[in-house]
Structure formats: structure tokens, C-alpha cells
T-cell receptor
């Protein structure tokens, strides 16, 4: 079956611009996670959705980062006033609640 | 802070068993141990998980010590395609089950 998909695969933006990253989870998966991975590091948790609500957003680095999942399926990670330090691979994962997580291929964000 | 400690790198000869250790000395009773791997430029791929008992699937075996403070992932016959970064993760017990990744072990399988 179809796995987790993320679009775009690559995004280059200028410092100060706004970006949106999209995640399509596996159909029927109620839990959705966003992670961020910097070069040479393991993925770092950002936010967790159970259904439509953000159950844990403790990993969001600051208020420039925001994520939504309005219908309990597709999620969008939004970054305002991007900074060069935001450059990373943004990973999305989904799961059936408490089960193992299935990761997407990631979106590579480069802020110039 | 990551709850697991892994060696930064290991080499393994092709066809031999690869044994990847992980220390998780602060694991609590209801936390599972998960193993994932990440091949360059891809998302992490699930390998195996366990709570107390040893587990085996088509990819690997997981050996968890009786006190649950450490575990070993075993790839029985490593191939060049197993070259990747391997992450040992202890699932968060707070109810969100978010993963807290460390820096993992970079396994290089040598021909």
C-alpha cells in the first residue's frame, strides 16, 4: 500500500520568507508526528497529532513554527520568517495510535 | 536528552552477523525498545521492537537483557545494502509515544 508521502521533496527559500511543508499519512493512521533532522544528527521531535488536535507540541523550537491537521489526515508544517538555522530535513511519520511509526522520505529545506 | 547510548560506528564483513549494541539503563517498565535504520537521504525504516522478550522477524533479531538495561540488534547475514545508520529508541511513556533519537550507530558493511 501507499506509504507516507511528503511534498515538496526539496524546498529552497530566502531568509525571511514563509514556507509550508505537507505530509500525507498512511490512510487510517490517527497519529502523526513531525521531526526535524540536521546534518549528522538523529531526527528531533517537533509535534504530535492525535486526530485533528496537537497533543504534544513541546518540540517546536519557537513561535515561528506551527502545524495543523484540520481533518485528521493531511498535515501542514508552517514556518514563518525563515532563518538559515531552519535548514534541515523535515520528516513526517504516522502510526495507528501507539504502534510503530512509518516515516516519509522527508522534505529538505534550504534557507539561503 | 536521548535515553539511549550507542557506539558511533561499526564495521562488519559482508555475510557475517552484525551485532549492534544499545544501552538504555534508565528504561522504565512500560517502555518499548525500537530499532530503526536510515539509509542515506531516506526516512528512517522500522526494523523491530520489543518489550521484554527476544524478538525475531525477517530482517533481524532483538536480544533484550533480563534487566532491560541494554539490547542488541542482530543482522544475521549482513549485506552491502545494510550499510546505514541504526537507531535504538526507547518510546516515550507519557502517552505521545514520540521517539527521542540519539545519534545512532553508523554501520558499514565491507565487501
Amino acid at each position: 500500500g501507499a506509504g507516507v508521502s511528503q511534498t515538496p521533496s526539496n524546498k529552497v527559500t530566502e531568509k525571511g520568507k514563509y514556507v509550508e511543508l505537507r505530509c500525507d499519512p498512511i490512510s487510517g493512521h490517527t497519529a502523526l508526528y513531525w521531526y526535524r533532522q540536521s546534518l549528522g544528527q538523529g531526527p528531533e521531535f517537533l509535534i504530535y497529532f492525535q486526530g485533528t488536535g496537537a497533543a504534544d507540541d513541546s518540540g517546536l523550537p519557537n513561535d515561528r513554527f506551527f502545524a495543523v491537521r484540520p481533518e485528521g489526515s493531511v498535515s501542514t508544517l508552517k514556518i514563518q520568517r525563515t532563518e538559515r538555522g531552519d535548514s534541515a530535513v523535515y520528516l513526517c511519520a504516522s502510526s495507528r495510535g501507539q504502534g510503530k511509526q512509518y516515516f516519509g522520505p522527508g522534505t529538505r529545506l534550504t534557507v539561503t | 536528552d536521548a535515553k539511549t547510548t550507542q557506539p558511533p560506528s561499526m564495521d562488519c564483513a559482508e555475510g557475517r552477523a552484525a551485532n549492534l549494541p544499545c544501552n538504555h539503563s534508565t528504561i522504565s517498565g512500560n517502555e518499548y525498545v525500537y530499532w530503526y535504520r536510515q539509509i542515506h537521504s531516506q526516512g528512517p525504516q522500522y526494523i523491530i521492537h520489543g518489550l521484554k522478550n527476544n524478538e525475531t522477524n525477517e530482517m533481524a533479531s532483538l536480544i533484550i537483557t533480563e534487566d532491560r538495561k541494554s539490547s542488541t540488534l542482530i543482522l544475521p547475514h549482513a549485506t552491502l545494502r545494510d550499510t546505514a545508520v541504526y537507531y535504538c529508541i526507547v518510546s516515550d511513556p507519557s502517552g505521545t509515544y514520540k521517539y527521542i533519537f540519539g545519534t545512532g550507530t553508523r554501520l558499514k558493511v565491507l565487501a
